[in-house]
Each structure stands twice: as structure tokens, then as C-alpha cells.
């Protein structure tokens, strides 16, 4: 177990494609941290190159007190959970878990004990003698899972361990990745593109963009108090409602809330916190047509056609919405839900 | 495709039938014709059943060959074929597994440079080759040896690419886990690459087996000695008689006996290919 020093490190990939640009993080020991961003953003590569399998560039990578930026990927002690599992085909599943305690030359009776305990924790004893290919998806990802813990390594790398996976099942996995990892308190670094996945699991979320890295702290600080318009718009689903000041305060008899900050010219508000009902705290009024009702299990996702505003207003109604699509009906922007954000630089401020 | 049309079926079955029979039926003449007298097969009317000579022939041919002809006994010479292949199709797939594996795994200077000279060597077989191969093997003193027969024929283009083309359908994660499990480069040859590989492996050693079995300019060249004769010259030696006509009975025998190690290695092999074929997934 141990902690992992992320200092100045670039990418940069032949042909002077640059990956990861002048990243620091630090993660504590027994963290669970996990990195999301869109695609090609260089989560791969920046968990590739705490794993040693992508050369360092610049800068420093350490892990627990050690610079690890010259060691091979087994030197550095970290066990790597792939999107295809990557299982070796020909081998048992028990010869798969073996095979990195073996390379090590970890005594036999030990080998024999750590598997059978690994196989025991993920419930996959059953499975022991069977090829990988004679595995569902799920049960190859558990010996995937496995093959991981047996190692007891300094650190978890997983790179969309369940995106293979179909919904109900990710969610099975989700929650038992969870488990094990507070009960084996191994640190963690989890790359995914799922928010659900992202906002469940992390003790920190990491969100990158280009290279970068855009806000890193605690899931629900990050959706609560985004620090950026990307942030803003990347965490939580149905995605944030971004409104420009200058159209809100053109709308027939609206007068913008005074905690709105003078620099701001963009407002942002997460569809749950429109409201149907006049709130009691000061307010920005809309007015609109219903366009569409997508109607998901317990609320419904309704996107209204605003008076005198471009995009469609998303809104998060718990239930039904009385109304029916193409009915006239208010919204209400309550002033302490609403997130302001300068546009030229696309920072939050206060 | 699973289809149940009753005449479909007769009709694939017939077109299958009449395929076998194509190929099978002159090897059922050869075999009818090492059964009877030498004068049978050349008396205009063919038999089609067999003769009455079978053990006197086959038990001829395999211990004391044919002295008129200068042909040594059959099982020398299968033997001869048989190391001769058996070294060609080993050795082959040896070589190219590791070079494919150098050429695909590892980045080092000119790499494309070598993968390209290998395939280079595709356009010159032994045959185009044949003057400057016998003088380099005839200057290390290889001529009348087993190194001679099959060193120039090992060294192979076509395995190597079709290696090359395997390995870069194996996922790089495999090559990546290995890795993070601490084997270096070649415990994951060793451990993993190869045998993922062995269906692979398998059907190129029967086309390499084969391929060594039925040389015959090669071996014509670089032995002199009847000790390295091998199957295919002797064939050739004994139908190339002056003055008479050929042993037909004697000829068709050895035919026959050549043709048993190809099929025993053909069939021993199927199991591996049938699994290659059911086994798709990586
Ligand atoms: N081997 C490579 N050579 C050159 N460029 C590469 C290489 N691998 C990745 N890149 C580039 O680096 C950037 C980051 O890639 P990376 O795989 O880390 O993205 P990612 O965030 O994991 O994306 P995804 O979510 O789609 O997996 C991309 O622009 C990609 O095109
Ligand atoms: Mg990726």
C-alpha cells in the first residue's frame, strides 16, 4: 500500500502528439481516485504511465516514497485490471491467477492460499478449472478482479474495467469493486467515461480536458460547486442548463437576483433545480413550451422550448409532469441554485 | 449455415461424393496396381480388384529397394524423408516464430528495413537460387548430409509473415498484462505467445511437413550417396529405366508407401485444426 506523487508529468507521443500536459496530482494512500473525462482527454495514458507501460516524458512519477519512472511495469508493484480483461486464453482460470505470484516465486503453499482466498472473496471458486472462454463477461471480469488481488500490489490501476459489461451487471460490479477496495484499502486509480460509475465510486473525482486536468475533489463538491463551464457541463446527467445574462435580462419584466457577481455573464442551473412553483427566495422567471417528455422510471427528463432563448431548457420533474407535451408552463430559477461563470475564461466566480 | 432441405443435403452429399471419387480413384488404381504382376498394369485392360503380389512387392521395395535401378530400400529412404521434413517444418517454425516475434514486439533500428528483406526473400526460392545455394553448401562441406539437405530450405519468408500477421491480431493488452505479471520478453514468448499460436502452429507444420516431404531438386543436387536418397528421387529412379519398362508394381508401391507420412501427419494434426476452427476467440 502506498501512496502515489504525480509531479509535472508530460506526454507527449511520436509525432509530437501531446497527451498530457504539466500534471500534478497526489494520491493518498487507500484513496480510491477516479479520472474521467471525454474521450481522448489522456486518462489511458496518464494511468499507462503510472503502470509503466508508457514511457514518462517529463516530470516524475512516485510511488509510496519511490521515483518509479525508469521501472518495468512488475518492479513497480501495481496490479492492472484492463477493459477486455485481457486473460491469458489458454490458462485455467486458477493458472491465471497464478501466473504473476508465480513469476515473483512466491512459495507454492502461499500461492495456493492467496488464490483460493481471492477465489473465495470474488466467488469464483466454482470457475477455478474452467478457460476463461468458458466464462460469462461478468465472471471473467471477477477473475480479471482477481488476478489483481491475488498480487496484494501497492495500487489497483483500472482502465474501464466495466464498460464491457451490460447495466445491470455494471452496477453488480460497481458496488462490489467498492467493497473490496475499502476492505483491502488498496489505492486506486479508475479510469471511466460512466458519471454514474465516476460520482459512486470516487473518494476524489479527477475531471480532465486535454491533457489537463479541469477539477479534482470530492464527487459532490464537484457537482455542487463546479469550478469551470467544462465541469460544469461534464458532471451530472442530464447535463447543467447554461443560460447568457444578457438574453435572461432582455425577457419581459425579469430582474436578475443581486448575488449574481458583476463579472459574470453566464448562469448555469442543474435541471433538478428548476422549479414548477414560485420559490420563496429571490428568482429569474421562464416561460415555454413543452417539447419533449422522457419519462425515466421514477422522474421524468422534460425539455422545454423557452420564450426568447435558442437552446431547449432541460428539467428534472420527480413523477409525471401534469402537463402534457406542448402545453405552456413556467419555470422558476431560484437565485441560490444558480452557478455563475464568466465566459471569456470559462472559470467559475463567486 | 444450418439448413434442412432434404434435396439440398443429396445434392451437397452428391457433389461431395463425386469430388472424392476424383481425387480417390487414382490412388485405388496405384494401390490395385502395386498388388499384381509388373506385366498387369501395362496390358491395356486395367484390374480393379487386387492381385495376389501385395506382400511379395511391399516387403521387396522396403528391404532391398531395387539394385537395377540404383534405388536403396524403401524405409531408408522414408526415413531419409521424414528427418528431412520433419527438420525443414521444425526448423521453419522455430526461425520465423522468433523473428516474427522480433519483428512485431520489439522497436529497434531498421526494423521495417528487416521486416521487408524477409519478405523480399519470398521472391526467391531454392529454385531461383539453386547455383549460389549449392555453392555455399557445397563449400561448408554439407553436400551428402542432413544439414544440407535442409538448411537452405528452413530459412522462410511465408511463415515468418504469416506469423507476423497472427501476432498483430493478438490484443496488446494480453502482451501488456504479462508484463504487469512480471514475465519478461521471452517467458510471454514462452508462456503465452506461443501458445496462443499452436493452432497456428500446427497447420503451418503440416504445409511445412509436406512441403519438405515432396522436394525433389534440392535433395537431387546435394546427395550423391544412396544413404541420403529420399523418398521423392526414388520414385523418380525407379521409373527412369533404360531399355525397359518400369516396374509399374514396383513403382506404384513405393507411391503408395510415400503417401503414409503425409496422411498420418495430416490426421494426427486434425484434431488441432478442428479446434483452431471452433475456437475463435482470443
Ligand atoms: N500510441 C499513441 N500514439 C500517438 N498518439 C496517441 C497514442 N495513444 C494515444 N494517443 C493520443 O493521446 C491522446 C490521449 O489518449 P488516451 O488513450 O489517453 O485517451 P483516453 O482519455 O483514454 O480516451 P478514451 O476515453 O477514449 O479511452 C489522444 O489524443 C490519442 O489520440
Ligand atoms: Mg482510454
Known amino acids: 500500500m502506498a501512496s502515489i506523487k504525480i509531479s509535472s508529468v508530460r506526454k507527449v507521443y511520436p509525432g509530437n502528439v501531446e497527451a498530457i500536459s504539466d500534471l500534478n496530482l497526489d494520491i493518498s494512500d487507500g484513496e480510491l481516485v477516479v479520472l474521467v473525462g471525454p474521450s481522448g482527454c489522456g486518462k489511458s495514458t496518464l494511468l499507462r504511465m503510472i503502470a509503466g507501460l508508457e514511457s514518462i516524458t517529463a516530470g516524475e512519477v512516485r510511488i509510496g516514497d519511490k521515483v518509479v519512472n525508469k521501472l518495468e511495469p512488475a518492479e513497480r508493484d501495481i496490479a492492472m485490471v484492463f477493459q477486455n480483461y485481457a486473460l491469458y486464453p489458454h490458462m485455467s482460470v486458477r493458472q491465471n491467477l497464478e501466473y504473476g505470484l508465480k513469476n515473483r516465486r512466491t512459495p507454492k503453499a502461499e500461492i495456493e492460499q492467496r488464490v483460493n482466498e481471492a477465489a473465495r472473496i470474488l466467488e469464483i471458486t466454482r470457475f477455478l478449472d474452467r478457460k476463461p472462454r468458458q466464462l460469462s463477461g461478468g465472471q471473467r471480469q471477477r477473475v480479471a478482479m482477481g488476478r489483481a488481488i491475488v498480487r496484494q500490489p501497492k495500487a489497483f ?182 452557478h455563475s461563470f464568466v465566459s471569456e475564461t470559462g472559470q467559475r466566480v463567486e | 449455415m444450418v439448413e434442412n432441405r432434404p434435396w439440398l443435403d443429396a445434392l451437397t452429399h452428391l457433389v461431395l461424393v463425386v469430388g472424392v471419387l476424383i481425387v480417390a480413384f487414382p490412388v485405388y488404381v496405384a494401390f490395385i496396381a502395386s498388388t499384381h504382376e509388373p506385366s498387369a498394369f501395362v496390358r491395356g485392360v486395367m484390374p480393379l480388384l487386387p492381385g495376389d503380389n501385395m506382400v511379395e512387392t511391399y516387403s521387396r521395395m522396403l528391404g532391398e529397394g531395387l539394385e537395377l535401378a540404383g534405388t536403396p530400400p524403401v524405409w531408408l529412404m522414408l526415413t531419409n524423408s521424414f528427418w528431412m521434413a520433419m527438420i525443414i517444418a521444425v526448423g521453419k517454425i522455430i526461425i520465423s516464430l ?37 555453392a555455399v553448401v557445397a563449400d561448408l562441406g554439407l553436400l551428402n548430409s542432413y544439414a544440407g539437405l535442409t538448411l537452405p530450405l528452413i530459412a522462410s519468408a511465408t511463415a515468418t509473415f504469416l506469423f507476423r500477421q497472427f501476432f ?51 535433395p537431387l543436387l546435394v546427395t550423391t550417396q544412396e544413404q541420403f536418397y529420399t523418398i521423392v528421387m526414388g520414385i523418380k529412379r525407379l521409373m527412369a529405366q533404360t531399355d525397359r519398362e518400369p516396374d509399374w508394381n514396383l513403382v506404384m508401391a513405393t507411391v503408395i508407401l510415400a503417401m503414409l507420412p503425409p496422411v498420418l501427419v495430416v490426421l494426427s494434426m486434425q484434431r488441432l485444426f478442428v479446434k483452431g476452427l471452433v475456437e475463435t476467440e482470443k
Open chain 2, 98 to 134: 522468433l523473428s516474427a516475434f522480433a519483428i512485431v514486439y520489439f522497436r529497434f533500428p531498421l526494423r521495417t528495413l528487416a521486416f521487408w528483406t524477409i519478405f523480399i526473400t519470398l521472391m526467391l526460392p531454392v529454385e531461383v537460387r539453386i547455383m549460389p545455394t549449392f
Open chain 1, 157 to 338: 490501476l483500472f482502465d474501464e474495467p466495466l464498460s464491457n459489461l451490460d447495466a445491470k451487471l455494471r452496477g453488480q460490479m460497481r458496488i462490489e469493486i467498492k467493497r473490496l477496495q475499502r476492505s483491502l484499502k488498496t489505492t486506486s486509480v479508475y479510469v471511466t467515461h460512466d458519471q454514474l460509475e465516476a460520482m459512486t465510486l470516487a473518494d476524489r473525482l479527477v475531471v480532465m480536458n486535454a491533457g489537463r486536468i479541469e477539477q479534482v475533489g470530492k464527487p459532490v463538491d464537484l457537482f455542487e460547486r463546479p469550478a469551470s463551464l467544462f465541469v460544469a457541463g461534464f458532471i451530472g446527467s442530464p447535463p447543467m442548463n447554461i443560460f447568457e445574462l444578457a438574453t435572461l435580462r432582455q425577457l419581459p419584466g425579469t430582474t436578475l437576483p443581486a448575488s449574481i457577481p458583476a463579472k459574470a455573464d453566464l448562469v448555469g442551473i442543474r435541471p433538478e433545480a428548476l422549479r414548477l412553483e414560485e420559490p420563496a427566495e429571490p428568482f429569474i422567471a421562464l416561460e415555454g413550451t413543452v417539447e419533449l417528455i422522457e419519462p425515466v422510471g421514477g422522474e421524468s427528463h422534460v425539455y422545454v422550448n423557452l420564450n426568447g432563448i435558442e437552446t431547449l431548457a432541460t428539467v428534472v420533474v420527480q413523477g409525471r409532469l401534469a402537463e402534457g407535451e406542448g402545453s405552456h408552463i413556467k419555470l422558476f430559477m431560484p437565485a441560490s441554485a444558480l
Open chain 2, 168 to 218: 498483430m491480431t493478438v490484443p496488446e493488452e494480453l502482451m501488456e498484462a504479462a508484463r504487469v505479471d512480471g514475465a519478461g520478453p521471452m517467458k510471454f514468448f514462452k508462456d503465452i505467445l506461443v501458445p496462443v499460436s499452436i493452432t497456428n502452429i500446427a497447420a503451418l507444420f503440416v504445409i511445412m511437413f509436406i512441403y519438405g516431404w515432396i522436394q525433389y531438386l534440392w
